[in-house]
């Protein structure tokens, strides 16, 4: 506490504590993130968010069914994530046009991998399809970021 009142009898130790103070907040408020912003309610951003941990679960269902060679549950893993689970599309106008036709491939993709993963090859060709789709969460997520109003 000495060290406190020393500065606060100087005026000029003041302003340099208020400086520094300023500068160590810096990297807490200031995001070096430079993805696009999408800006929607709270509930799309769950929405969306939900949609996304779900496609999680069937990049796990594939690589784990793939490593069983268990076909079936192979495509059961990927429709899951298809064309039958996108998002409510009460959220759709938050959406940049972008974002909403790279969101359809992915689940297009997960629907086409479902159907293509059949007979002795189901294996790998569900590992090579889940390769060319990932390519797709990687580019979408290194694009935008979701932002509450
Ligand atoms: C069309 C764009 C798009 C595609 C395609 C996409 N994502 Fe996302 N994802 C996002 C955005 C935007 C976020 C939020 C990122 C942020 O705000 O930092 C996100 C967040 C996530 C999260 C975090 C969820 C949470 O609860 O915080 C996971 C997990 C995720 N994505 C998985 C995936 C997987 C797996 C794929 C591909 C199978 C995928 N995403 C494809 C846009 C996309």
């Known amino acids: 506490m000495d060290s406190v009142w020393r500065i606060v009898k100087h005026p000029s130790m003041v302003a340099v504590a208020l400086v520094a103070a300023t500068a ?11 993805r696009t912003a999408i800006v929607l309610p709270a509930a799309g951003r769950d929405a969306v968010l939900a949609e996304m941990r779900a496609m999680l679960v069937s990049v796990n269902g594939v690589l784990s069914a793939a490593t069983h060679s268990d076909t079936a549950a192979i495509r059961q893993a990927a429709a ?30 997960w ?11 189901a294996r ?12 797709n969460c990687d580019g979408c997520h290194a694009t935008y970021r979701l932002s509450v109003r």
């Open 80 to 109: 899951a994530s298809g064309m039958a689970m996108a998002a409510d599309p009460t959220f759709e106008k938050y959406l940049p046009p972008e974002f909403l036709k790279l969101g359809l491939n992915t689940h297009q993709q």
């Open 124 to 135: 790998d060709t569900a590992i090579a399809r889940l390769a060319r789709l990932t390519s």
């Open 24 to 34: 160590c907040r810096a990297p807490e408020t200031q995001s070096t993130d430079t």
């Open 111 to 121: 629907d086409s991998l479902a159907a293509a993963s059949r007979g002795p090859a």
